[in-house]
Each structure stands twice: as C-alpha cells, then as structure tokens.
C-alpha cells in the first residue's frame, strides 16, 4: 500500500527567499550521518592526504566515485597534477586518522607518508591504506566547480576491501559516532 507525503501548511515554513544562512545549512545537513575516508595523492615526498566525508558512489558502469575537496586546499594541485587520488574508507577505530588529516595543518610529503602508516602504492602512484575497510584507485574522469569546492568524479581502476564486518566509521552532528544494530 502506498504511503502519502503529509500536506504541508505554506504559512508554517519559513521563508527562505534569500536563502538560509551558511550556520542553519551546516547544522542541518550535520544531521545526515556519513563514513569517513582519507583521500590520498601521490607518495614520499610528494603526499598529500586529506580527511573527506563527502564520498558518494555514482555509478556502477563505469564505477565512477565522486569526491569533494575545498577548492583553496592543497589536494586540488595534487590531483589535478596527478590525474587522479586514492579512496580510503576508514574503520571505527581509525578516529585519530581522521582527526589528524583533518586540520588546515595536516602534514604533507614524508611526513604525511609516515602518519598514514605502511601504506601500499596503487597502480595509479597512490597510498593505499592497508588498514582501510576500502582502498578505491581512481583516475580523474571529470572536474567540476562547486562553490568554495571543486568536485572530483574518479574512474575506479583498483579496489581492494580488507575486513566487511569491521565497523565503518561514522560522522553524525559534528561528532564520530557508531552504528547501532
């Protein structure tokens, strides 16, 4: 049986003919839970890595992942100069991973390299966390502007899933959060 959307009365929403303020979006779409991933470029003393929980996967053929990185950052040169990033989805117990890439002063080159721990370099010249729940190589598709960000759509060349039942984790509100069964 098919469900009906509930009426909504105009008078009760709030005008938004200008918009909402920058503060009230945030918040609210802090209410959308998301994984966390680290994104990777290049390796030694050419890292760049950058926490990131706007991953979505777009397409199955061709598998295409579409990835967002603030437009003023130091990933958009890289990628751009690489032609294309790793994807590395992290597990519950990975929080200060995440935490530490980040910060506007996240480390880059071999201090990056060593933070991330003994990464694998894909086929693609990027560090694969071997720890990660998913590694994804991708190579850039397509680029597009987005406002204060620049969206990566990545052609998945390589992927690699290391343990299903570890919990992912999980951002929800401006907080790590955890799945409840």
Known sequence: ???????????????????????????????????????????????????AS???????????VLVSV?????????IDGAGGFGVNV????????????ATRDRPSGLAAQRLLGPAAVGHGGHLLLPDALVSLQCTTEHR????????YLGLVRALRVT??????LVYHRGAYTSLSA
């Open 144 to 151: 597009y502007p987005g406002g204060d960000h620049v969206l």
């Open 163 to 168: 343990d299903p039942d570890r919990p992912p």
């Open 1 to 51: 049986m098919a469900t009906q959307a509930a009426r909504v009365d105009p008078a009760t929403v709030p005008d938004v003919q200008d918009g909402p303020a920058p503060e009230a979006f945030r918040g609210a779409m802090g209410l959308f839970p998301t994984g966390i991933a680290v994104i990777t470029v290049g390796q030694g003393a050419d890292t760049e890595a950058m926490t």
């Open 54 to 64: 706007s991953v979505t996967s777009i397409s199955l053929d061709p598998m295409l």
């Open 90 to 101: 992290l597990a519950q117990d990975q929080r200060e991973l995440s935490r530490r890439f």
């Open 70 to 78: 603030n437009a003023v950052g130091r990933l958009v040169p890289a």
